[in-house]
């Protein structure tokens, strides 16, 4: 019996991947598979990537939700703002559910029970859910190479529980279970995992890249390219959390942009036919940590010492990105250097001038 080919659709890409168009191209699907009305935060991050990504998606879509915010706040008491197919998932099978679905669909359209076009399938898990809990599951669906696209809405924290520390968690995050005092005044003392350079050198095959709401043509490019790859793709996607980062709700896409300003999240694709890190996304200036940190009161509490510290990481990260660094950002590196912000109270009244 001869093979059914497997009809794939090819997503075009949309112009102005940096500048230019970034909140509105009129390429875009006018339909919304994820509409108004869920009980997100305003201002939550996660949801407005949510968006961003189904549009880019299209309708021909089925999604995953993992346990976390964008389960349990988007479908809160019997609805749902999904208006494609959707499924919950246990917080730790976000990987095995998605490529069951992936191979559910192969098979369906091999053995001529399916006749439509083989769907985008697409993941939406939580840190907490693709960097701790569900790792193993999505690692394995990424190794067994499943026709589907794995988001991590990076919120760096375990939200919906109430704002707990994950492992995505930031150097210096104040969270429930990394409270600043004075046995440990910085909070977290960790340096996040680094989730999606793990996935790219764990599952060289795969399409692997960073992404941020603060970018939101280049976020939907990145979902297209990973939908178009036969293959599985992983994508990180920056998504700020407006009650855990406590900041004012507008500020989103500035941190968005900020986070990448400032090499706090490098941004990069992974060309799996090189196997090579494609770090040719600039930002279009580079600025210390602290104008990131300031806007945040998560970071309230910390001392110039730290900030120095957070620098010192983002200047480590520019350095393997290749980017020559401006000497304001290596004297930055210096606990002197951020003499102004040396107490919680500078802090926390620099934060609430900007
Ligand atoms: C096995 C299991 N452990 C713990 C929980 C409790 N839980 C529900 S939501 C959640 C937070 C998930 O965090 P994350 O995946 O980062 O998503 P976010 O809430 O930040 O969107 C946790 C721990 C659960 N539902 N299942
Ligand atoms: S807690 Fe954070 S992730 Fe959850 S809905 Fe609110 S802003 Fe979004």
Redesign the pocket.
């Known amino acids: 019996m001869p093979t059914i080919e497997i009809e794939r659709q090819l997503l075009p890409m949309l112009v102005s991947p940096n500048l230019g168009a970034r909140f509105y191209n009129p390429d875009l699907p006018a339909t919304e598979p994820f509409v108004p009305g869920h009980r997100?935060?305003a201002?939550?991050?996660?949801?407005i990537q949510y968006r961003m990504t189904s549009k880019a998606a299209g309708d021909n879509t089925i999604l995953v939700g993992p346990t976390g915010?964008?389960y349990v706040?988007n479908s809160s008491y019997l609805c749902t703002p999904y208006n494609v197919p959707w499924a919950h998932t246990q917080i730790g099978s976000a990987g095995s559910f998605t490529a069951g679905v992936a191979a559910a669909y192969e098979a369906m359209i091999r053995k001529g029970k399916w006749k439509g076009k083989f769907p985008n399938i697409i993941c939406e898990a939580g840190d907490g859910s693709a960097s701790d809990i569900g790792l193993a599951s999505v690692s394995g669906a990424l190794y067994r190479n499943h026709d589907c696209l794995i988001i991590c809405y990076d919120?760096e924290q375990y939200?919906?529980t109430g704002?707990q520390a994950s492992s995505r968690t930031p150097y210096g995050g104040m969270t429930t279970f990394s409270p600043p005092g004075p046995m440990v005044p910085e909070a977290k003392t960790l340096f996040p995992k680094d989730l999606a350079r793990m996935m790219a050198a764990g599952h060289p095959h795969c399409y692997v890249a960073t992404a941020s709401v603060g970018y939101p043509i280049d976020l939907m490019n990145k979902v297209r390219k990973g939908l178009n790859y036969r293959g599985a793709a992983f994508l990180l996607i920056y998504?700020p959390?407006?009650?855990?980062f406590v900041y004012e709700t507008p500020r989103s896409i500035d941190l968005g942009r900020l986070v990448v300003e400032c090499g706090m999240f490098p941004m990069w694709e992974w060309n799996q036919d090189q196997r090579a890190y494609d770090y040719g996304f600039r930002p279009q200036v580079m600025r210390p940590v602290a104008d990131y940190l300031k806007l945040q009161g998560r970071f309230g509490h910390l001392h110039a010492a730290h900030i120095a510290t957070l620098q010192k990481f983002a200047n480590a990260q520019w350095r393997m990105m290749g980017v020559e660094i401006p000497q304001a950002l290596v004297d930055a590196e210096r606990p002197e250097a951020h003499a102004g912000m040396a107490s919680a109270e500078q802090a926390a009244a620099i934060a609430h001038t900007v």
């Open positions: 997100t935060c201002g939550c991050g996660p949801s915010c964008m706040a919120n939200a919906n704002i998504t959390c407006q009650k855990g």
